[in-house]
Structure formats: structure tokens, C-alpha cells
């Protein structure tokens, strides 16, 4: 049996749906989790042509014989985990709403909720955190407030969640001042009728799944959510998203009991981004950054905006490996940098100033390799340095979007 969480060591946006997709195989995994968060995230899985962002399911959706689960620390809109079901579906055939479990506790995230997220935004005006408005904040919020609605009430009666519901809009009005529109009721009365007649029988009591699960010695793979450095107890507060997207803040999600952790697998990718508002500590010139932002599609999959793009802070990332436990690393979308006569990484701060190690680019493209002996002198010196500063192995190196471009370097440490 094992438990491997895969964990953003930073701001979301390094690559999990690929690394999730490929860890997440019916070969290697039995279960393919989804802890906290909600439609916030936005998971890219490529095979071939076939291209799926995923917002609630987990990457092994895209796979037959693979249980799905989506933990208790999650906030769900029904009708995003409905298209993604259905987007799965077109594209990889599968039928992932027959083989996923909900827990009894994951709350339903509502239009009221995303209503509310874009009117606290547009009131905190220069102060806004610049959110995905999938309605994560207020969604958390009613959890803390103990108003919101579980996924376990879908068991009641369509009139009796009307008479919840109700309530629930005279509560958005108090503490939220949104009126929802009458589109927005319908759809959300309209969600819990399809919540109800296509999640019958899937939502669970997670502690007696994972005893089976324990039972059975079956792999278990929890995708995580945004990253580290968007935690909500990140100290990059307020700028950060409304759960706990850190290893324990999944484990605890999952349900898990902690101790039965045994792999963490931290991503980051070869350069940082950010998207939404809040500080990063490197830099980039502006023309290196609009290359690398073009060629690495960094672009919001929720949203669409632009992500900045900065040097990778590896002082950082080296603090958020060790906070994190993580075994070994994914660097992911080291391709992107193919052409570039320059790379740098940044190493710290001097008086405010950022410290970078230069590198030769390498002249050959990667792009596409998943075998490392085809890798350039260049490109190798890079990793290796990287394994240095991070202080930790890397078992993935990401050499493109496609599931298949990646060098799985596990097997040499082994031995
Ligand atoms: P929220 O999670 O929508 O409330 O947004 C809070 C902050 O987290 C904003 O800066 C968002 O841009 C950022 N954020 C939330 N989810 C993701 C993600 O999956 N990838 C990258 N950034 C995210």
C-alpha cells in the first residue's frame, strides 16, 4: 500500500495534471484523489491532440480502473464537476462518475459563493487578491460560519433542499450584500436536482472507504491543489487562496489518517509564475519573460490571464521542500527554455536585490525527450546544479505539455 501526495511548491500552475496523469495510471495507482480547493484549479492533461483542463476531478479520470475520490476538504460546484465528467467522457471515453466517491463533507460550492467572491473583490479595490471569482473564498467562508451545505444533504428531499437554499440566499444578502438574479437561483436549484440523481450512491463515508482502501493495499495517488506558497497560512497572506494547500492540508482533505503518508512529490517548473495579485521576489526582463510566457502557454487555464513570469526562486523553493518533506522533485517545463541563450536562477536576496547563477542555454532542443542520455551537457548541468540548491533528487524532468514527455529517472535511484 502507499500514499503518494504530489504537491505545487509553489504558486500552482508547475505541471500537476501532467505529473498527476502519469502517476495516476491504472498500472500504478488504484485510487486518484482530490483533496481541497475547488473549480479554482485547473489541471492540463495532454495525450495526442486530446487536451483536458480539469477543474474539480483528478487526473485519473482519464483512466478506466482507477477509483476516484473527492476528499472533505474540497468546496464543489456540481455543474464544473459535471463538465468536467463529461469532457472526460468525449475525450478519453471514460465514464468517471461511476467509479468516484464524494465525501459526506465536501460542501457544494454555489453561484452565490461566486457571486459574493467577485463582489468582496471589486469592493477591497487596490487591495484585491485577484481570485479565479470561482466563489473559494466565500465557499470556505460559510464552512467556518457552519452555514454552508454538505455534499451528505443530497440525501434529503429536493423540496427540503429548496427550504436550505432559501435560507442560504436571505444569507448571502446579509453577509455578502449579493442578490442573485434569477438565472442564477434556477441554476443553482437546478444543480442539486442533477447533484441528487447523478451522485446517488457516491457520496461516502471516507473513514470506512480508506479501511477497505488500507485493507485491499491499494495505491493511492492525492493530486494537490494550487501550491505552497498559496496556502491560506502562507505568509504571503492575503494573497493566497482559502484553504490549506500544503501536504498536511491535502492529507487531512484526503481523510487520511497521516501516518500512512509514504511519498511526497514536490513540482515546480524551471522558471516561477504567479497569477492573480501578490509579490515574487525575482525578476525577468520584460522581453525574456513575454518569450517564456508565450512558448510556456502561461496562461491562466481558469481564467485566461497572463501569468508573470520570474526567474525561479531556488532559495525558496529549497525551504518550501523542506517544509513540505518532499522525497524527490518534478521540474517541469524545462522545454520551454529551449532557445534561450541565457538561463538564470536565483539564489537569494542581497539589500533587496536578487542574486541569480547563469547558465549556458542549450542549443538542442529537449523538447519531446523522455530519455536522459539525449539530454544536452547543457541542459544537464542545469539539473544537476538544481539538485543542489533545492537539497533534494529530482525523479521527473518535464520536457513538454504531451503525457509523454517526460523523463522518469526513478529506476537510477534505486540503484
Ligand atoms: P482563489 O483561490 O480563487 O480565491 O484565488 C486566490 C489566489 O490564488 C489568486 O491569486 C488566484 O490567482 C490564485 N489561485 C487559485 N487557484 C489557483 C490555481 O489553481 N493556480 C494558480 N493560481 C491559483
Redesign the pocket.
Known amino acids: 500500500m502507499s500514499v503518494t501526495v504530489i504537491q505545487d511548491l509553489r504558486?500552482?500552475?508547475t505541471g500537476k495534471g501532467k505529473i498527476s496523469e502519469y502517476l495516476s495510471r491504472p498500472d500504478v495507482c488504484d485510487v486518484s484523489v482530490r483533496a481541497v480547493?475547488g473549480g479554482?484549479?485547473?489541471h492540463v492533461i495532454v495525450v495526442g491532440t486530446r487536451k483536458l483542463a480539469l477543474h474539480i476531478l483528478p487526473a485519473g479520470c482519464v483512466h478506466e480502473g482507477v477509483d476516484l475520490v473527492l476528499g472533505r476538504g474540497m468546496v464543489t460546484h456540481l455543474p464544473t464537476l459535471f463538465d468536467d465528467a463529461a469532457k472526460a467522457n468525449d475525450l478519453f471515453g471514460t465514464d468517471p462518475l461511476s467509479h468516484l466517491l464524494i465525501a459526506e463533507e465536501n460542501h457544494i460550492l454555489f453561484n452565490g459563493h461566486k457571486a459574493a467572491d467577485a463582489a468582496l473583490e471589486e469592493r477591497k479595490g487596490a487591495g484585491a487578491?485577484?481570485?479565479?471569482?470561482?466563489g473559494?473564498?466565500p465557499a470556505y467562508a460559510d464552512k467556518a460560519l457552519r452555514v454552508g451545505m454538505r455534499m451528505e444533504e443530497l440525501r434529503k428531499p429536493v423540496a427540503a433542499l429548496k427550504d436550505v437554499y432559501a435560507k442560504l440566499l436571505l444569507h448571502w444578502a446579509a453577509t455578502y450584500g449579493v442578490a442573485l438574479t434569477d438565472e442564477e437561483q434556477v441554476g443553482d436549484i437546478a444543480a442539486l436536482a442533477e447533484g441528487k440523481e447523478k451522485l446517488e450512491g457516491r457520496i461516502c463515508n471516507l473513514t470506512e472507504y480508506w479501511k477497505g482502501t488500507f485493507a485491499r493495499r491499494e495505491r493511492v495517488v492525492v493530486e494537490g491543489?494550487?501550491g505552497s506558497l498559496?496556502s491560506i497560512d502562507n505568509s504571503g497572506y492575503p494573497?493566497?487562496?482559502?484553504s490549506s494547500t500544503t501536504v498536511n492540508g491535502h492529507m487531512q482533505g484526503a481523510g487520511i489518517p497521516p501516518k500512512e503518508l509514504t511519498t511526497v512529490i514536490g513540482t515546480l517548473k524551471a522558471y516561477d509564475t504567479r497569477?492573480?495579485?501578490?509579490p515574487m521576489r525575482m525578476n525577468m526582463d520584460p522581453e525574456t519573460a513575454a518569450r517564456i510566457q508565450k512558448r510556456g502557454g502561461e496562461f491562466?487555464s481558469?481564467t485566461g490571464r497572463g501569468r508573470t513570469v520570474n526567474w525561479l526562486d531556488a532559495e525558496d523553493a529549497a525551504i518550501r521542500a523542506l517544509e513540505e518533506s518532499v522525497d524527490s522533485l518534478a521540474v517541469l517545463k524545462a522545454d520551454v527554455f529551449d532557445g534561450e541563450e541565457e538561463i538564470r536562477v536565483g539564489v537569494g536576496m542581497d539589500n533587496g536585490t536578487p542574486q541569480y547563477e547563469h547558465f549556458y542555454g542549450w542549443e538542442e532542443s529537449i523538447a519531446g525527450l523522455d530519455n536522459e542520455e539525449a539530454l544536452p551537457t547543457r541542459a544537464n548541468v542545469f539539473f544537476k546544479r538544481l539538485e543542489e540548491l533545492l537539497g533534494r533528487k529530482i525523479d521527473f524532468y518535464g520536457t513538454g505539455p504531451e503525457s509523454k514527455s517526460i523523463i522518469d529517472r526513478r529506476a537510477k535511484h534505486a540503484h
Request: net charge neutral.
Open positions: 504558486w500552482g500552475d480547493g479554482n484549479a485547473g487578491v485577484g481570485t479565479t471569482k470561482s473559494i473564498g491543489a494550487q498559496l494573497y493566497v487562496t482559502s497569477v492573480g495579485n501578490g491562466g481558469t
